[in-house]
Structure formats: C-alpha cells, structure tokens
C-alpha cells in the first residue's frame, strides 16, 4: 500500500477511520472549513504529490454540501500533484433522477457524473446504484460493489421461518429474483403508482405472501413511506412481521419513527451512509469497511474486483 493516501470528506468520517484501520493506514490529515459566505475551503496539511489519492464521500443530507465540498476536496489534491484521485462515494446521491419520467426534467445523475469527471476524477468506487445504467454515464472506471452478499450472509443466519423475498417496486425485481434464488425461496413483486416525488401508493401484489415472512429489499430507505406501505398491504394479505433490507439508509423526516412499525422485526441497512447512535433496537446494522477496504486493496495491489462478489 505505498504511495496510498486516504481523506474523508465531512459525510462519514466514521467510515473513512474504518477503512483505514481495515487497510493499517492512517487517515489523511486535512481541514475542512466555511467562510463566513458559506463558501467551502479545503487544505490538505501532508504532500500528496505523486500519491493515489482516496477520497471518501458519500452525498448524504445535506446532500449539496457534501457534493460541493467533495468537488472542492477534488480539485485541491489535482492542483497538489496527485497521482491519481479516486472517488470512495458509498452512497451516490442524486441516482434517483436517472432518466426523464416528463417533458423538461433533468437527468441529474448525468450532470453529477460528468460534474465529478471534469474536475478530475479518475475512479469512481460505489455501493449499489438506484440503477445500474449510471455506470454509463462516466467516461471513467466505476468500480459498483454491492452490499447484497452481507445481506444473504445475515439473513441465513437468521433461519427466517417461510420467507417469501418481496419487491416493492419492478425496478428491485431483478434484485429480489436473485435474493429468493441464493435463499431458495419464493419472492412476490409489489406494483405501485407514484402520485409525486416521496409518494408511492400499492395497487398489486404479484405472488402469493399469506403465512409468510416477508423479507422486503430495496437499495434505499428515504422516508419510509414506501415500506410502511408496502408491509402493511401485505399484512392485508395475510402475510407475518416483515424483515426490511436495504443498502442505503438516508431516513428523511420522521423516517425512524415511521420503521417503528409493530409489524417490522427488523430493518437491516448498512453503514453507507452515517446514522444516529440513538437508534431503535431492531435496526440492524452491517459494516461497509471490509468490502471497500478490500476494493481499495485489489485497486492499488491488483486483483480482480469481482472477486469480491459471491452473489454472481
């Protein structure tokens, strides 16, 4: 690991410090400050000239200020002789506007995409994208790792009685299809309409659910009303106490509160993204470091990235 350099963003220091002690580094020193305008100023206090630079970010809320502060964390270390600089962003903000669903809407996580590569990005390393087709819009490597195998790991673990794999929406299908299949279990697909932005309404639900437990999958949670929805039809349905997974746990609003629902056993996320320490017990927690850790290692060492995916 020489020539190996890794600074943290405000985001999810936490994160950043494990890591670096999966890897034995230490963390870059740097500071990070605000005018009194509000303007983000960055100054790294070590040489990074001709080192592999690894910053980790992940565009969290405040989700504008960690894309600005990374953007400005960029362009300093391009401007102090790095090597090369790669981007650890575990959670991609902005993915949810992927494509136009309407005349004149933007597809912002192009313009974060390109916004990122051309200030001076080199890789891109992230944790399962709201949609695969983003990798697309980089002219750049991504490195996309999944959270999927933690999952699978957990969950035999847990020896769910009668599980059935739910999919709240058609976009997780595939992910669900694939989850059922390495649980030898059925899986069910929700059909919903979204009303607008943040609201989601079920109409169907495809495949049978009655006596069984849910384990409902998404790669995010942001305001929980979607999943609170979701277990609720299919308690309707028949179906026992859901287990929720997801990569991603943003937790807008009242979000917290909204998962302390009596028919939830458990909500299993990872650590992508920071979360409060005062958090209802049935939240279930899974370490990232080791997997980006490892990522890093096989980038600057060599190795093939898709070892690191059993689930394939």
Known sequence: MKNIKIFSGSSNLELARKVCEQLDLPLGKSAISRLQSGEIHVSYEESLRNHHVFLIQSLSHPVNEHLVELLVMIDAAKRASAKSINIVMPYYGYARQERKSAPREPISAKMVADVLTTVGADRIITVDLHADPIQGFFKITVDHLTALDMIIDYLREKSIKNPVVVSPDAGRAT??????????????????????????????????????????????????????????????????????????????????????????????????????????????????????????????????????????
């Open 175 to 312: 992910t669900a299809e694939k989850l059922a299949g390495l649980l030898d279990c059925p899986f069910a697909i929700m059909i919903k309409n979204r009303p607008a932005h943040n609201q989601s309404e079920i109409t169907h639900i495809i495949g049978e659910v009655e006596g069984m437990t849910p384990i409902i999958i998404e790669d995010l949670i942001d305001t929980g009303s979607t999943i609170v929805n979701v277990v609720e039809a299919l308690k309707k349905r028949g179906a026992e106490d859901a287990f929720i997974c997801a990569t991603h746990g943003l937790f807008s609003e009242n979000a917290v509160d909204k998962l302390s629902h009596p028919n939830i056993q458990e909500v299993v996320i990872t650590d992508t993204i920071a979360l409060e320490r005062d958090r209802p017990d049935n939240f279930i927690i899974l370490p990232m470091a080791p997997l980006l850790g490892t990522a890093i290692r096989i980038i600057t060492e060599g190795g093939s990235i898709a070892t690191l995916f059993k689930s394939e």
